[in-house]
């Protein structure tokens, strides 16, 4: 089946600092990846949706400047959390898109972001 | 549509027993639907999903129920086991590439 492959799984930093999550799609290539982020016991948000080779497309209200996404080939897509502070701690996941393959929405294993 | 869980539903099964986790959905234009399960600290796992032209769809042990009148999607899980303890998301699409989570469900297996 289709795997993505996210890392690190948890990463501790301080505040102020950036902060590079990496999400490769392993069998398969993505056009499109999307990055959510989930706070404790709450849902998954969509973040943005990351395109090969374009901009990432935003949803509202969430900072491009801040949360920085790269996907420069078919099957890596980065997302660099900048300046970051205590109030982006959370859990950082990312998707592919496999609905072809019969699988749906395939998603990496998370990133735990601690700010400190 | 969109949502934001600020409680996580609960539901506790004994073993063995079955389950149902609903879930309800406020876009009519959405086409297609899946469940995940979540354990903690992992990202969502595929479960099973289903098209709009469905309102039934089995796998192993799971089933989908889906009600396009009411826009109401239920998983049913049969002969539980201690493993399916999890946190359990509803999931949709309307036709564009952007997947909108529901809130969840926790499911606790009572040995």
């Known amino acids: 089946g289709a795997v993505v492959s996210q890392h690190p799984s948890w990463v501790i930093c301080k505040s102020g600092t950036s902060v590079k999550i990496e999400c490769r799609s392993l069998d398969f290539q993505a056009t499109t990846m999307f990055w959510y982020r989930q706070f404790p016991k709450q849902s998954l948000m969509l973040m943005a949706t990351s395109n090969e080779g374009s901009k990432a497309t935003y949803e509202q209200g969430v900072e491009k400047d801040k949360f920085l996404i790269n996907h420069a080939s078919l099957t890596l897509s980065t997302l660099t959390v900048t300046s970051a502070h205590p109030e982006d701690s959370s859990f950082y996941i990312c998707?592919?898109?496999?609905?072809?393959?019969?699988?749906?929405?395939?998603f990496g294993s998370g990133t735990r972001l601690t700010v400190v | 549509g969109e949502s934001v869980g600020l409680h996580l539903p609960t539901l506790s099964v004994q073993e063995g027993d079955n389950s149902i986790i609903n879930c309800a959905y406020s876009n009519s234009a959405s086409d297609y639907f899946i469940w995940y399960k979540q354990e903690s600290g992992k990202g969502p796992q595929f479960i099973i999903d289903?098209?709009?032209?469905?309102d039934k769809r089995q796998g192993q042990r799971v089933t989908v129920l889906l009600n396009k009148t009411v826009k109401h999607l239920s998983l049913q899980i049969a002969a539980t086991q201690p493993g399916d303890s999890a946190v359990y998301f509803c999931a949709e699409n309307n036709g564009n590439e952007k997947l909108t989570f529901g809130t969840g469900t926790r499911l606790t297996i009572i040995p």
């Open positions: 289903i098209r709009s032209n469905m």
């Open positions: 998707s592919a898109d496999t609905r072809q393959g019969n699988y749906g929405y395939t």
